[in-house]
């Protein structure tokens, strides 16, 4: 059970797949189960062109965040709300779909959050995160360990969710998930080179506008914001476009494979992302960011993390073609 270190998140050394293809509940006809495509609670994104990435200085250069340059971007369909337990669940039930958490068994929980029943049976934590627990029996419906459940989080984004979980997702709900430079364009809501969804200060007037952490990383989070971990998914004002969380609560993963350097020469239209790599890109920062270590809650931040990790701080929105 080893561990790499990525930012606030933590992930899997391995990138093996646990099952070659996901694994569905097939209809008699050996069809898979899938939803009519319904666009009708989407959110419409016109697309043009924008500033994307950024060159403050809070940024983190070896990320990848900068230069700043324009990209163009079509039409598409996105997500208000990142996924939330309630639909993952129908999901799960609809197809009999197993997470790769629940494969692998075990996934990454954050310290403070595992009782003491279950932490007395924890054997490791990640090296250079030990704020990162490796817990069995952890996955999105029982987030922090065995004895742990949903029932109260219902409207709460689903965790534990590997990119390739979010893919399967995807795939019965027939969407997809959003590449990162429609991400940004969306996240940006409108506002040309702003640090954040709603502007360049992080608490306008002294009102917090996202779930972030408060207090000092990693022992003490004072949740002056109201949560500690995740936030119901429309909590907080939505951006000039309507998304809501887009900033804090959870990371969230897009299609793109992730390079620090793959804007610099590469497409300025549409872009995709490298046509491969080790890692897939995560936006929006999670509940676990704070300045002092993790300031990637502005609206240009990246991570990244292996395809088949997941952990507690972790989901997805999910996007579609304007056809």
């Given at each position: 059970m080893e561990a790499n270190k990525s930012c606030c998140s933590a992930g899997r050394e391995t990138a093996a797949q646990v099952h070659a293809e996901p694994a569905y509940r097939e209809k008699e006809n050996g069809g898979i189960v899938r939803q009519p495509l319904d666009k009708s609670?989407?959110?419409?994104?016109?697309?043009?062109?924008?500033?994307?990435?950024?060159?403050?200085?809070?940024?983190?250069?070896?990320?990848?965040?900068?230069?700043?340059?324009?990209?163009?971007?079509?039409?598409?369909?996105?997500?208000?709300?990142?996924?939330?337990n309630r639909e993952f669940k129908q999901f799960v039930d609809e197809t009999g779909y197993r997470t790769e958490a629940e494969s692998f068994?075990?996934?990454?929980?954050?310290?403070?959050?595992?009782?003491?029943?279950?932490?007395?049976?924890?054997?490791?934590?990640?090296?250079?995160?030990?704020?990162?627990?490796?817990?069995?029996?952890?996955?999105?419906?029982?987030?922090?360990?065995?004895?742990?459940?949903?029932e109260d989080r219902w409207d709460h984004p689903v965790v534990h969710v590997s990119y390739r979980d979010a893919l399967a997702y995807c795939e019965w709900s027939g969407k997809r998930?959003?590449?990162?430079?429609?991400?940004?364009?969306?996240?940006?809501?409108?506002?040309?080179?702003?640090?954040?969804?709603?502007?360049?200060?992080?608490?306008p007037g002294g009102k917090h506008m996202c779930n972030i952490w408060q207090g000092k990383f990693p022992i003490k989070n004072n949740a002056s914001d109201g949560y500690a971990g995740t936030a119901p998914v429309n909590a907080f004002e939505p951006n000039g476009y309507g998304l809501y969380n887009v900033a804090?609560?959870?990371?969230?993963?897009?299609?793109?494979?992730?390079?620090?350097?793959?804007?610099?020469?590469?497409?300025?239209?549409?872009?995709?992302?490298?046509?491969?790599?080790?890692?897939?890109v995560m936006r929006g920062g999670s509940y676990l960011c704070h300045k002092s270590y993790c300031n990637r809650y502005r609206v240009a931040a990246r991570s990244k993390n292996t395809p088949d990790s997941s952990t507690g701080n972790i989901g997805f929105r999910c996007a579609a073609d304007a056809e």
């Open positions: 609670k989407m959110i419409y994104i016109s697309g043009g062109a924008y500033l994307m990435g950024t060159d403050d200085q809070e940024g983190f250069p070896a990320d990848g965040e900068g230069p700043v340059r324009e990209v163009t971007i079509k039409p598409f369909y996105i997500d208000p709300c990142t996924v939330t068994g075990w996934s990454f929980v954050f310290h403070l959050f595992v009782s003491e029943a279950t932490a007395q049976k924890v054997k490791s934590a990640v090296q250079q995160t030990p704020w990162w627990w490796v817990v069995e029996g952890a996955y999105w419906a029982h987030p922090e360990g065995p004895d742990s459940h949903v998930l959003p590449t990162e430079a429609e991400w940004e364009f969306a996240a940006r809501g409108g506002l040309v080179q702003k640090r954040y969804p709603w502007g360049d200060e992080l608490k804090g609560n959870v990371w969230e993963w897009c299609s793109d494979w992730f390079s620090p350097d793959y804007h610099i020469k590469g497409k300025r239209v549409n872009p995709q992302g490298p046509p491969s790599g080790q890692a897939r």
